[in-house]
């Protein structure tokens, strides 16, 4: 997983590159010695990550291998064993043994990443690696008539693409039509899936946050164009900017030009962080912090002017919310979203779970756990809940705030929170997306763990679901689950 990470960052680079890859240095000979390196010649594959290496005359052109075949990612330039992007970013540290291809993030071969092996061609990747038991999904060949056809689908998808788990929900007008579940919480001495099973529920978590950011602005705790540090007991500051003004707004749009750097990937820890959400986040923003750093934690972009997604940004909009309130966010939650809406399996406290092993367990694509894991920016991906949990409050979300008679938050900021915010991307709302199918919602993904939530508001349909498993084909799988429930809507419709 280390390795998409890097890959999302591989690509933030590669769109944001110009012509600045030959310095002053460059000159043709240089130029030369990049085609001249055959070293690391040849087809390279990892299953675990699902990644392919094109490699020839010093280019290395990186692919995304799906159940459907290959994607293009980026191209890299090789020199010396260093693959560059296009404006000089050192990006992997490459070194062969044989028949593999040992990658390394790059400059310095002190940080692993994985290893690929020689394989004969692209296509002997792209179109024969998921011949076998995985299955290639194709939504538009079923036909769904009845949520068990819908179960049955699932449980063919699942069981052929090795999914340990999954768990889905659909919620048709203001009720729950009905819950999927199907495996179990493990590889090996887990427990059956059931409604009530809580998931880790990766970057669908930041519609929880954004729910409670807007729920505080609706009570009168701030205005989300107030600027943050009227709230926070230290300043950010971006020192690539002169005199900007970060709003909260800015946040839950990606749009403050605060950016992930490493220290939000590098600080994962077994069970809950012991790094506290405002010690993290002093320490990320303020200068000399053990996580500052102003190239890698910053963007030179005016606030509202350019999207990044941006994992730190959102954790500090629920922090402005700790910090204004005097309670932490985790609490804010529970008593503002949770406990209203009867949600008795969801926290971003794994602590708070007195039995964790009903819990499912992250599995990676070789069935492997990595074990509950947390990370001090838990409002960003933290969450645990179950699909009953999820599908209440997206029930809300749907019902303009209300659900089961309980008013959560104002019909008027549940517009606003879904409501386009920004020109810089489009169908962004407050954290909340609009995709172009008309779909509402957020998905996410994590170690070991792929989920989504999404409805149709003219159709009044909305799905959510989890995995507890991740790689290429299920994120694959993920997308395929969306669009089965969507081009069949009228199946689910109220």
């Known amino acids: 997983m280390r390795l998409m990470q890097l890959l999302m960052v591989l690509a933030l680079l590669t769109a944001c590159a110009g012509d600045e890859f030959y310095d002053e240095g460059y000159d043709e000979e240089f130029e030369d010695d990049f085609a001249e390196d055959s070293t690391f010649d040849g087809i390279w594959y990892t299953e675990t990550e699902g990644i392919a290496l094109e490699i020839a ?84 060949t079923e036909s769904i008539a009845s949520l068990g056809d819908l179960e049955a689908t699932l449980e063919d998808w699942r069981s052929r693409n090795g999914v340990p788990g999954l768990a889905l929900a659909i919620v048709s007008g203001n009720r729950l039509l009905d819950t999927i579940t199907l495996g179990n919480t493990a590889t090996s001495g887990g427990s ?52 900007e003004t970060i709003t909260i707004r800015h946040l839950l749009t990606h749009t403050s030009g605060l950016v992930d750097g490493e220290a939000v990937y590098n600080n994962y820890s077994d069970g809950d962080s012991p790094i506290a959400l405002s010690a993290f986040m002093q320490g990320y923003f303020t200068p000399g912090g053990a996580y500052y750093d102003e190239d890698d934690n910053f963007i030179d972009s005016d606030p509202g002017n350019e999207y990044v997604y941006s994992n730190v940004g959102t954790s500090l909009s629920g922090y402005v919310v700790e910090a204004a309130t005097g309670i932490p966010f985790a609490t804010y939650t529970d008593q503002q979203i949770f406990t209203p809406l009867g949600m008795t399996n969801t926290s971003f406290r794994l602590a708070d779970f007195p039995d964790t092993s009903r819990i499912a367990l992250p599995i990676a694509s070789d069935g492997t756990s990595y074990g509950h894991y947390g990370f001090p920016t838990y409002p960003d991906g933290g969450l645990r809940s179950s699909v009953e949990d999820m599908a209440a409050f997206m029930g809300m979300i749907m019902n303009n705030g209300t659900w089961n008679g309980v008013e959560v938050i104002s019909a008027a900021s549940i517009e606003a929170m879904l409501s386009e915010q920004t020109t810089a991307q489009d169908g962004q709302g407050l954290i909340w997306y609009t995709s172009e199918d008309g779909s509402v919602g957020h998905s996410g993904g994590e170690q070991g763990t792929v989920t989504e939530m999404y409805f149709l508001p003219d159709q009044q349909v909305g799905v959510v679901f989890m995995m507890n498993s991740s790689g290429s084909n299920v994120d694959r799988l993920s997308a395929s689950i969306l669009e089965l429930v969507f081009q069949n809507a009228e199946v689910f419709a109220p």
Do not use: H, W
């Open 57 to 140: 005359n010093g280019t290395l052109t990186e692919y995304t291998v799906t159940p459907l075949g290959c994607g293009e990612y980026a191209a890299l330039t090789i020199f010396d064993s260093v693959a560059y992007s296009e404006n000089d970013e050192e990006i992997y540290e490459l070194a062969v043994e044989g028949d593999s291809l040992d990658l390394y993030e790059g400059p310095s071969d002190d940080d692993y990443l994985a290893t690929f092996e020689a394989v004969d061609s692209l296509p002997t990747v792209c179109d024969s690696v998921f011949d076998g038991n995985i299955l290639r999904v194709d939504p538009s």
């Open 192 to 243: 059956p899936i059931q409604a009530d099973t809580p998931f880790l529920m990766a970057s669908v978590s930041k519609t929880i946050t954004a729910t409670a950011v807007v729920i505080a602005a609706d009570r009168g705790t701030f205005n989300l164009d107030d600027p943050i540090d009227a709230y926070l007991p230290f300043t950010v500051d971006n020192p690539l900017i002169d005199g």
